[in-house]
């Protein structure tokens, strides 16, 4: 119930492309989906987020799509760059704490 | 750069060590967390403090001490650590611990523990 499963593990992307993270939950009662992008050697910084109540948001290169029927919520990053090569993690908050899915290593080929 | 401040960036200590973890920021968050990532993993909650009280512990061994001496600082007491305990130690802040209130990651502490 309170997990949050996140794929794909990897993604390789050649510059200019789309890069989709894939996100599930269970719980309804979570409220706040982040994404956060996280480089080697720091700490995850919040990328971008959505309500529920809210079907997409865009943010410049970054969308979170929201689908909350499905329970899934997606991340895409319009023309990938080398610069976005990172690991990203999506994101629940319910009672007071976030939850993390596992993770996606992307990688961008120039 | 980051808004929340952690020192010392790197710390190896024994497994009969006491050491502190600080964590510092100034942007007036009532609430303020630390998390253990181990690699290539997410980071997992350890406390919550919200307006300086200790409002979640996740069941964290007592070998780990948070303590909030006011609304900037937050410091984690390390005793007695084992190796598994070997880890990045993030802290984050948020404006308050409800509602949809972004959290704001520190870089991190990174622990060996020898």
């Known amino acids: 119930q309170q997990q949050v499963k996140q794929s794909p593990q990897s993604l390789i992307v050649q510059k200019g492309g789309i890069s989709i993270i894939n996100c599930a939950y269970e719980n309804t009662a979570f409220d706040y989906f982040p994404w956060y992008q996280q480089f080697p050697g720091k700490g995850p910084a919040l990328l971008i987020a959505i309500r529920p109540d809210v079907s997409e948001k865009k943010e410049g290169r970054f969308t979170i799509s929201f689908n909350k029927s499905a329970k899934q919520f997606s991340l895409h990053i319009m023309d990938s760059q080398p610069g976005d090569s990172a690991t990203y993690f999506c994101?629940?908050?319910?009672?007071?704490?976030?939850?993390f899915g596992q993770g996606t290593t992307l990688q961008v080929k120039p | 750069d980051t808004e929340v401040t952690q020192t010392p960036k790197h710390l190896v200590m024994g497994m009969t060590n006491k050491k502190s973890l600080k964590c510092e920021q100034h942007?007036?968050?009532?609430?303020m967390y630390w998390y253990k990532q181990k690699a290539k993993k997410p980071p997992e909650l350890m406390f919550v403090?919200?307006?300086?009280?200790?409002?979640i512990n996740e069941s964290v061994p007592s070998r780990f001490s948070p303590e909030c001496p006011n609304s900037s600082l937050l410091n984690l007491h390390l005793h007695a650590l084992q190796p598994e305990d070997s880890a990045l130690y993030l802290c984050?802040?948020?404006?308050?611990?409800?509602?949809?209130?972004?959290?704001?990651f520190g870089d991190g502490t990174r622990l060996s523990i020898l």
């Open positions: 994101a629940a908050r319910g009672t007071g704490k976030l939850i």
């Open positions: 984050a802040s948020s404006r308050r611990d409800v509602g949809n209130q972004p959290q704001h």
């Open positions: 403090y919200s307006y300086e009280k200790l409002s």
């Open positions: 942007m007036g968050h009532r609430a």
